[in-house]
């Protein structure tokens, strides 16, 4: 599973091959530029739901259902998720949360809404968690994700992304589960893994800082910056565009324009 959030990165990701793409709340960041995912809404997620689905023709579409379009009810959570596969043309949803959103999966679930569930480090949750901080320590706190995981199974939950989780704890919780997990910073004992694509191919400034768990597969970042800095330089010293970048015109016909704008006075 990658992220992907337009037509060129889900185009890109369905190409090479992957089973699922997530069109990710962080697009509030890679994207949009914002400080965190709490700022988008529901209608950009949709748009750029949208750009996706032009993009990834095989792979399986999940869509974020971003911060304040789920919380508030059930009700709320299914009609948010109704929107994301009705305009964004998603296959599924994600949200985060584990108990506390047992009503809300169900929901959803019995709509016929295939969702992915999200536990472990929920970003949206950040502040509420002291910021971005490996879950699941402590005996105690890797028992709650288990029970987490239980619940968002039993309601309906066609699969779990564990976030930044102990490898160990996030392979005995996949263990006992009858659905996949999906790891981001849990181990390869998950069933599969997920990345931001920006993160992994390099698409970002050096110096950047990078999650632990972020393996760089690429540099595309410097490789766009190559390709423009040639560009600026080449278009300064009048080397492109070169012949072979322009359509010709047959001599005579250029002859008789240059006459006739040789007469004008």
């Not at 800095?229 to 010293?237: D, M, N, S, T």
């Amino acid at each position: 599973m990658l992220t992907a959030h337009d037509f060129p990165s889900a185009h890109v990701a369905d190409a090479a091959g992957m089973d699922m793409v997530l069109v990710g709340d962080s697009l509030a960041m890679v994207a949009l530029g914002l400080e965190d995912t709490s700022e988008v809404l529901l209608e950009e997620m949709i748009l750029h739901c949208r750009s996706v689905s032009r993009g990834a023709k095989t792979a399986f579409i999940v869509g974020d259902l971003p911060m304040g379009s789920y919380e508030i009810s059930a009700e709320q959570a299914l009609g948010s998720a109704i929107k994301m596969v009705k305009e964004g043309r998603v296959h599924a949803i994600k949200l985060e949360g584990g108990v506390e959103m047992v009503p809300a999966i169900s929901k959803i679930t019995t709509a016929g809404i295939p969702v992915l569930a999200h536990i472990g480090l929920t970003p949206q949750r950040q502040n509420a968690l002291g910021g971005f901080r490996v879950q699941g320590k402590s005996a105690a706190g890797a028992l709650r994700l288990l029970a987490d995981a239980r619940a968002v199974q039993e309601a309906g939950a066609f699969a779990v992304v564990l976030e930044a989780v102990p490898a160990e704890v996030a392979t005995l919780i996949t263990k006992k589960l009858r659905i996949p997990t999906i790891g981001i910073g849990a181990g390869n004992g998950c069933s599969g893994q997920v990345l931001v694509q920006v993160d992994m191919s390099g698409n970002f400034p050096p110096g950047r800082f990078l999650p632990k768990f972020v393996k760089k597969y690429g540099d595309v970042w410097g490789e766009a910056k190559r390709g423009i800095e040639a560009y600026r330089c080449e278009v300064k010293e009048r080397a492109y565009p070169a012949v072979e970048h322009t359509y010709p015109m047959a001599k005579e016909e250029f002859a008789e324009f240059e006459r006739v704008v040789g007469e004008e006075r």
